[in-house]
């Protein structure tokens, strides 16, 4: 019994073994087929995402491609512009810089007019701080205004008159009223401490002093340069500078009117330019005064000229009518000397024909006068 048992476990076992077995075998060939399936398909579907791999890479690479050229043509288009751009930027740099350099020489031409204008004014300045250069000053601007408007004739500039003074300029100009002196000041000194004054007192000080300098001049002016018989009634005092000028007749009225009483009369460039344009009227009357006597005596020669034209051109008539009678006279002739030729140029003269008859017709024709 043991043994039959042990066989029948041992043929149970065995058994169990081969079960499994088959079920191992049959489970085998089944997950083989089912693998071999599971591997088609796979393999389809390999092929599937190969195929649409190869569509996406063809598709992004198209893509690319398309976006490549894209990119090419924009970045060629950004290219021109940049050129373009970069162009006009050097362009208009260029012009910029050249106005510039334009622009820092005018700046530097104006800062050596300003450097001259300046040595000018420093000159200017030392000129007007030394009164003999200040009158030369003085005396150059009156000369320069005198020739700018009078002819040569009309003025001498530093003249002696009778009492032994030197005038700065003698307008020449014919009685009345005569020759005028004019004479240059220029109370610098005075003027410079009127605006330099800073209180109200000190204007009046400075001003005052001023008048005081112009009364000086006005009365040396009257003094040495009115002579009678020699010179004018009156003179002028040149101040060569408006302010002066302006400031005299806007706050010292009692200077100008005592200048009045002195009969000098007180200009400055302006003013002295207008007087100026007086005296040449005056002088272009006094010439035309002078020569109305001398047009006069012509225009009676010119008559007298006239009348024996006259009288010339009537004998030229009469000799034109003498020749035209002579002419008429002479046309006659040949008209008679035409016809008798004609006359004669028709007569057929025949061999039988008697030479009488000829002569005869000869005869018969009109003879010249």
Known sequence: MPLSNLNLTILLVVSICLIFMLIFISLR??????????????????????????????????????????MEQTLSVFRQQLGQSLQQQTQS????????SERLAVIDKAN???SELTGQVTQLHNILANKTERGVFGEVQLEN???????????????????????DCVLKLPNPPGDIVIDSKFPLEAWHSLQNAETKTEQQVARKQLAISVRGHVKDIQEKYIVAGTTAESACLFLPSEAVYAELHANMPDVIEASYKARVWIVSPTTMMATLNTVRAVLRDARMREQTAIIQAEMLKLLED??????????LNRHFSQAQKDITEIQTSTTRITKRSHKITELDVSEDEDISLIETELKSAPTLP
């Open 29 to 70: 060939k089944n997950l083989s087929s089912m693998q071999s399936e599971s591997l088609a398909e796979l393999r389809g579907q390999l092929s599937q995402i190969v195929q649409a791999s190869n569509q996406q890479q063809q598709a992004l690479a198209s893509n690319l491609s398309d976006q490549s050229s894209r």
């Open 93 to 100: 740099t260029h012009d910029n810089l050249t106005k510039l």
């Open 112 to 114: 050596n007019q300003i």
């Open 145 to 167: 205004l005198i020739k700018t408007v009078l002819p040569p004739n009309a003025y001498a500039f530093q003249v002696t008159l009778p009492n032994q003074k030197r005038a």
């Open 306 to 315: 006239v009348s024996r034209l006259d009288m010339r051109v009537d004998n």
